[in-house]
């Protein structure tokens, strides 16, 4: 069959100012998640005019969740659960519950959700099984790619809380797998990932033990790739919006690294008050070469994958990022737990918040190819357009064909936000059964989906009006 039976969402980021589906107060002061933004309640009423639109649908679709839902690096945690308390809501009201399963791949942004998942896991499936004495084993730091069904994958603890207040949702429990999840079916694979190991940064004290121990090679498995960077990509990326006071201070700097005149006037400030703090006068003399410095080391932060912005949905370091990712710890984890060769494998991630299609030449893979699809983002980056920047639902049948609903793209001209089907074949392929369901039913509701598109292009310009009214004060303090 050729419904539509996994939707596939990334990087919502939730709770997040500068994300479209956080909801900005009228004045736009700040955010008010006790509603949910305008694009959440059209993209939630869109999905659903679609799987409606869907005939056969028992059970209904499976919402695989990629990572960088929650927000928080960059909010306070309450902030992100409300706001998702609000998508929850929408896609899971009463009696017209849109999805029949929930699962979560955390990303860097909400890596803290696999560790209270494993932790929890540890601790309830192990460690109360254990006696005093007992010799205890080194705890976990990934989940099975495919999940078996003796060996479940840990649930999410905060999020199954969250959810389960609402008494209609009391037996639904979101199963959390970390950093790949796979399904397979009929010899064809799909493995989804958050995306941020295919970035170097994310591997930071891997290759930091690789420089300082001579002879020292980089892991080569998921397990210990994740095992000697969790506390890096924990602390950095997954806890600076709980660190109270502090939390919003880290976002101002955050917001002023990603645009250059602010990063500038920060950096200047910067150096300013280092060369103030000392007695020394002929320091100030340095102050240039300081800056210099200062601004390489901002330039190190943001010179991520999301920040490249050359025209190509990935660069050059990013699509070898990319490569090295599948061909190694990916593929590793896939030939180990299937003990068989696909046919055909697919792979969707996110992270970039740039969405596209693309198949990719790589060995030890069937046919030496791999489908790959990026979900996108839901953030505004720069006040000004960002016309790689956009989002997208990836969709899978019981088949595990693929197409991308592409939502959107930023653009300067609202005439030209409109939501299409893309497959990773792209035109000059025939596009597969369910990209051509797909798009039949993109048709029927096709009154929904300009709607939709017409309330993004509001959302999108109110937030980069709210990002330019942040960026000033910013300017106006320094």
């Known amino acids: 069959m050729n419904n539509i039976r996994y939707v596939c969402l990334s990087d919502m980021h939730l709770g997040q100012d500068d994300s479209i589906l956080t909801n900005l107060n009228s004045d736009l002061t700040g955010i008010d998640v006790s509603r949910p933004s305008p694009a959440l309640v059209a993209l939630c009423h869109s999905l659903r005019e679609l799987i409606k639109a869907d005939k056969a649908q028992d059970p209904a679709p499976t919402l695989i969740l990629a990572g960088d839902i929650f927000e928080m690096a960059l909010t306070t945690m309450n902030n992100a659960m409300m706001d ?32 209270l998942a494993r932790e929890t896991q540890y601790v309830e499936n192990y460690l109360k099984k254990t006696k005093p004495k007992d010799e205890l084993n080194v705890p976990w ?7 078996k069904e003796k060996k479940p994958l840990p649930v999410g603890y905060i999020i199954n809380n969250l959810i389960q207040r609402y008494d209609h949702l009391k037996k639904l429990e979101v199963s959390i797998a970390y950093p790949n999840f796979g399904l397979y079916q009929d010899k ?30 980089p892991p080569a498995d998921i397990g210990t790739i994740e095992a000697e960077n969790f506390a890096w990509i924990d602390f950095f990326w997954s806890a600076m919006g709980r660190s109270g006071d502090v939390g919003p201070l880290v976002e101002n700097i955050y917001i002023s690294l990603g645009v250059e005149k602010a990063r500038d006037r920060l950096i200047s400030n ?62 590793k984890q896939m030939q180990n737990e299937l003990k068989t060769k696909p046919d055909n494998v697919t792979f969707i991630f996110g992270h970039t918040h740039k969405p596209y299609e693309k198949q990719y030449l790589l060995k030890g893979y069937p046919q030496n190819r791999v489908d790959v699809y990026n979900t996108g983002g839901w953030v505004v980056e720069k006040t000004s357009p960002e016309p790689m920047h956009g989002a997208a639902a990836v969709l899978l049948d019981d088949n595990l064909n693929a197409t991308s609903l592409r939502l959107y793209n930023e653009t300067k001209y609202p005439a030209h936000y409109k939501v299409r089907v893309q497959e990773a074949g792209g035109a000059s392929t025939k596009p597969n059964a369910l990209t051509r369901h797909v798009r039949s039913l993109l048709e029927k509701t096709s009154s929904t989906w300009n709607e939709f598109s017409r309330i993004t292009t509001e959302e999108i310009e109110k937030h980069k009006k709210y990002l330019k009214h942040r960026l000033d004060k910013l300017e106006k303090q320094s």
């Not at 929408?90 to 699962?103: A, Q, S, T, W, Y």
């Not at 730091?141 to 999940?147: I, N, P, Q, V």
């Not at 995306?195 to 020292?216: N, W």
């Not at 991520?304 to 490569?323: D, I, V, Y």
């Open 84 to 115: 998702f308390e609000r998508f929850i809501e929408l896609v899971m009201p009463e009696g017209r519950e849109l999805f029949d399963k929930i699962l979560y791949i955390p990303g860097n942004h909400d890596h803290h959700m696999w560790e």
């Open 188 to 217: 064809r694979c799909t493995i989804f990932h958050h995306g941020h190991f295919v970035e170097a940064i994310y591997h930071l004290m891997s290759d930091l033990a690789v420089m300082l121990s001579p002879g020292m090679k």
């Open 270 to 331: 910067l150096a300013g008050s280092l060369i103030k703090k000392t007695d020394r006068k002929w320091l100030k003399l340095l102050r240039k070469p300081i800056e210099y410095l200062l601004k390489k080391i901002a330039d190190n932060i943001v010179d991520r994958e999301r920040s490249r912005t050359n025209g190509q949905p990935l660069s050059a370091r990013g699509e070898n990022g990319l490569k090295t990712y599948l061909s190694g710890p990916v593929l």
């Open 141 to 147: 730091h990934d989940s099975r790619m495919f999940e």
